[in-house]
């Protein structure tokens, strides 16, 4: 984990690399000039693109690759616990030692660079060494300027949900500038994916797609269906059941769905798909602690859970699924800044008996507590504020039967795992 901290700290206080986000294709497409196109060595490139669900959707679709015996590489974004776990390649992920060696050799190139453009050419320069059946990349924010977006023939483009998440990187501040940064540049002559939507914004999509010369396949090409507690994947030639055991959630399950339709595309069978539905499991999002140093602490009438989600959207997700958990709920919310606090909370309304508000540790970027103990008490909740994780464990723990939800950051999920 030091390690980890040690490469991001030289990265933020390099000279050549600038923390602060800067969208912009020119520097990262004369850095991959002199390193004479490594991203040309790619094969059957698939860019991910979305305000949420893209990292689900990425990893299901990688787990079934893997499952049909091809090589994948990818490149996702942010990590959680440690650097490494955005680059991973083929069998293992980059080791701290060739991610800072990978380093070194931008470095020389003497490019003004965001460190974010740095650590997608860490992963292009290295999975330009193998030789992999297919490469997935996560965008970070919008497509349009992203550093992932290098590639002249991608194989496909998957566009998960839009929202309004990143708002604050743009001019008009409009859910219609977003979706056509997203979209309404993604690439021709090739396939597109779109995920499930609001019906405002399939449409938009729609037109701004219009002109594409893209195969695009949209989500009513499949469906998620519900019977009783048991949901399953369905289109006019498939259906399989989504014997999942860490998927919980309806939006979940979608990004799941998205993956399966894209998979059986691929040509990769249904009952590979049908195998490998049951290993999945994605780190902090609805990932509950079954183990571990935290979950050692608490009363044995206690669980504890985690999920990033920090969107509307996903608060909204969230909240439908707490809504059908029995027993009572008590959450420790955290978030980074330039979201939407007071709207975000306003979703989970009629969920919590109570809220502890923290600040995510050894983060600048972090809302102050006063400020999300603020929203929440305008939304009617019972609020409290914490100075820390561990403090607001105790003012929640007792030995009354509940479920503790920590959410609103995957920053913050990042540093609970660690401290388990």
């Known amino acids: 984990m030091s390690r980890s901290i040690n490469l991001y700290n030289q990265l933020a206080n390099h000279k050549l690399f600038n923390k602060s986000v800067n969208f912009g294709l020119k520097r990262i497409k004369l850095a991959l000039a002199l390193l004479e196109h490594p991203e040309k060595k790619l094969k059957n490139v ?15 679709l990688k787990s079934f690759i893997e499952a049909n015996n091809q090589k994948v590489t990818t490149h996702v974004s942010p990590s959680l616990r440690d650097i490494r776990e955005r680059f991973y390649m083929g069998n293992k ?18 490019i003004p660079l965001t460190i974010f453009e740095c650590l997608t050419l860490v992963y292009i320069i290295n999975a330009s060494k193998i030789n992999a059946d297919y490469n997935i990349q996560e965008t970070g924010a919008f497509w349009r300027l992203d550093s992932n977006n290098v590639h002249d023939f991608p194989k496909l483009q998957i566009c998960t949900n839009i929202n309004k998440q990143h708002l604050n990187f743009l001019k008009r501040k409009t859910l219609n500038e977003v979706i056509k940064e997203d979209v309404g540049f993604l690439s021709n002559f090739t396939n597109i994916y779109v995920g ?32 009783g507690n048991q949901y399953y994947y369905q289109d ?45 499991s994605f780190e902090g999002r609805f990932q509950y602690l079954n183990k571990g140093k935290i979950k050692n602490k608490l009363h044995k009438n206690e669980i504890i859970m985690i999920d990033g989600a ?24 955290a978030m980074t800044k330039n979201k939407e606090p007071d709207l975000f909370i306003k979703q989970l309304k009629g969920v919590f008996k109570k809220i502890v508000a923290v600040p995510i540790e050894n983060e600048l970027n972090s809302v102050s507590v006063n400020e999300l103990y603020k929203a929440a008490a305008k939304n009617k909740f019972k609020v409290e504020k914490s100075d820390n994780f561990a403090q607001a464990l105790k003012k929640i723990s007792s030995k009354e039967k509940k479920l503790i939800v920590c959410f609103g950051s995957l920053y913050n999920c990042g540093k609970i795992l660690n401290k388990n």
């Open 46 to 60: 698939i860019s991910v693109l979305g305000e949420s669900g893209k990292f689900t959707t990425l990893f299901s």
């Open 310 to 333: 920090h969107a509307t959207t996903d608060a909204r997700n969230l909240a439908a699924y707490l809504k059908n958990i029995k027993i009572p709920k008590y959450g420790i919310w």
């Open 196 to 227: 499930k939507q609001s019906p405002n914004v399939l449409k938009k999509i729609k037109i701004f797609l219009k002109n594409n010369k893209s195969k695009i396949i949209y989500p009513n090409a499949w469906r998620l269906i519900r019977k």
């Open 236 to 280: 006019r030639k498939y259906k399989i059941k989504l014997n999942t055991k860490n998927v919980y959630s309806k939006g979940m399950f979608e990004n799941v769905c998205l993956a399966i339709k894209v998979a059986l595309d691929l040509k990769i069978d249904k009952k590979t798909i049908q195998k490998t539905l049951p290993l999945l």
């Open 93 to 110: 992920h980059l080791s701290h030692k060739e991610i800072k060696e990978t380093i070194k050799q931008i470095e020389k190139l003497n």
